[in-house]
């Protein structure tokens, strides 16, 4: 017997029942991005790979161990897309969308993908929704991006299951000082670190901050601490940003150990928690990148963005109990038919009543059957009103009208007055 083919592991399948949650996620978010004046951008999934090393860093976890990478048939190294801040540089750098200097609010959705240990909430395949903002230096609009993640929660209903966590990374030249001083620090203490911090201690020292060893932990207690190095530049940016979200009342917690695991950051870095998915809680993060449109060859540029995964938030979403109780209901009505000549005009009346009502959801019943089995099918669609096309309600051009959901007796209605008759039905 030939092995069943299975999807790859960590990649999954969104089946019809789960779509709806999906839709009114996506449906959500896309409704407050408009609100706030974002423009969507979509870019392709795949790119050159140098285009990630250059951007999210040779030596962050994402390029050394986690790309899905191929060479195409004409030799070139492609990689399948692991975030999106990468390729919407690259796009509005190629289209000269930032070159004017104007600011630019621009997001996007998509699967993502890297090769990490599947476990919940973690995934090869996951999809984000990102956003990112160019031209626009100051707090004021860090301050919005998590004022529009803030009102996004509200929205959702998880506002009290989420933890804002911020923190300042400072500027290039600030950021260097310090890795020299933990550097230091650290090599003094070299037999005390644990192996992957010995190794990021070269490569990536500030990433040893979020080691979850507890020994190298203790060991950063008395470490330099990166607000001390801080410019007065990031310092009176931070301070601004603190100063809106507290007048906004949007709750925070500094977190001085929060470095992200990406090379582009500068100044803002701020990360959405909970405690109610286990290990993987970052529902949403980001930050500023002022320095990475120039690294990528376009003219300096500030940057600011986040992204969230859908993936989390839909676990959240379930885990709290706030499905919309709206969602279970996919099919308003479901019109039976019984015979071919009820067949014939149950087209037709179905089109007519699709006209007339455009965000009717009806199901037609297809593939036959008895009357028993076609309301069956009814009753299991979720519908709420059956419609009933025999021979008899043909001949006198009526249909049957049925509440499938409470006590209420059948009705026979002309088919003329059908449209109207369903409209009040639903709306009552
Ligand atoms: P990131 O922290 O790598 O940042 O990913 C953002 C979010 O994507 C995470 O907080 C998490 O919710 C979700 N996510 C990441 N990896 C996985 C995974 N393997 N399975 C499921 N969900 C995952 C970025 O990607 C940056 N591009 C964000 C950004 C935009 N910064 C500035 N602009």
């Given at each position: 017997m030939t092995k069943a083919l299975q999807a790859i592991r960590g990649m999954n399948d969104i089946l019809p029942e789960q779509t709806p949650l999906w839709r009114y996620f996506e449906g959500t978010v896309a409704g407050l991005l408009d609100g706030y004046g974002y423009g969507q951008i979509r870019m392709p999934i795949v790119e050159f790979t140098e285009l990630f090393k250059r951007s999210i860093g040779e030596v962050t976890d994402i390029v050394e161990k986690e790309m899905y990478t191929f060479e195409d048939r004409n030799g070139d190294s492609l990689t399948l897309r692991p975030e999106g801040t990468a390729a919407c540089v690259r796009a509005v750098l190629e289209h000269g969308i930032t070159g004017n200097g104007q600011p630019q609010k621009l997001w996007y959705i998509g699967p993502m993908f890297r090769h990490e240990r599947p476990q919940k909430g973690r995934y090869r395949q996951f999809h984000q929704i990102g956003v990112e903002v160019f031209n626009l230096a100051g707090p004021d609009i860090d301050a919005e991006l998590i004022a529009l993640t803030w009102r996004l929660w509200g929205a959702l209903g998880i506002r009290d299951a989420v933890t804002l966590e911020l923190n300042s990374l400072g500027t290039t030249e600030a950021r260097g000082r310090y890795r020299d001083a933990l550097v230091a620090f650290l090599s003094a203490r070299l037999e005390q670190l644990d192996e992957d911090s010995k190794r990021r201690l070269?490569?990536?020292?500030?990433?040893i901050l979020d080691s979850k060893v507890p020994e190298t932990q203790a060991l950063l207690i008395d470490a330099p601490r990166l607000a001390d190095y801080l410019d007065e530049e990031s310092r009176v940016h931070f301070d601004g940003l603190k100063a809106r979200l507290d007048a906004a009342g949007i709750p925070y917690v500094i977190n001085?150990?929060?470095?992200?695991?990406?090379?582009?950051?500068?100044?803002t870095v701020f990360e959405w928690t909970?405690?109610?998915?286990?290990?993987?809680?970052?529902?949403c993060a980001g930050g500023r990148y002022d320095g990475l449109v120039e690294q990528m060859g376009g003219k300096p540029t500030p940057g600011v963005g986040f992204a969230m995964g859908i993936e989390r938030l839909i676990l959240l979403l379930e885990t709290l109990g706030?499905?919309?109780?709206?969602?279970?209901?996919?099919?308003?009505v479901y019109l039976c038919a019984i015979g071919e000549e009820a067949e014939l005009a149950a087209l037709t009346l179905s089109e007519q009543l699709r006209d007339g009502l455009p965000s009717l959801r009806l199901q037609v019943n297809a593939g036959g059957g008895s009357f028993k089995s076609q309301f069956k099918k009814a009753d299991k669609s979720g519908a709420l009103f059956a419609l009933v096309l025999g021979e008899d309600e043909l001949a006198r051009e009526v249909i049957g009208f049925k509440p499938l959901r409470d006590q209420g007796e059948q009705q026979q209605i002309a088919w003329a007055a059908l449209a109207d008759h369903l409209a009040s039905a639903l709306q009552a």
């Open positions: 070269q490569s990536n020292p500030l990433r001085p150990k929060l470095v992200r695991g990406l090379d582009y950051y500068s100044k909970t405690d109610k998915l286990g290990a993987q809680g970052t529902v706030q499905v919309p109780a709206s969602l279970a209901r996919q099919v308003d």
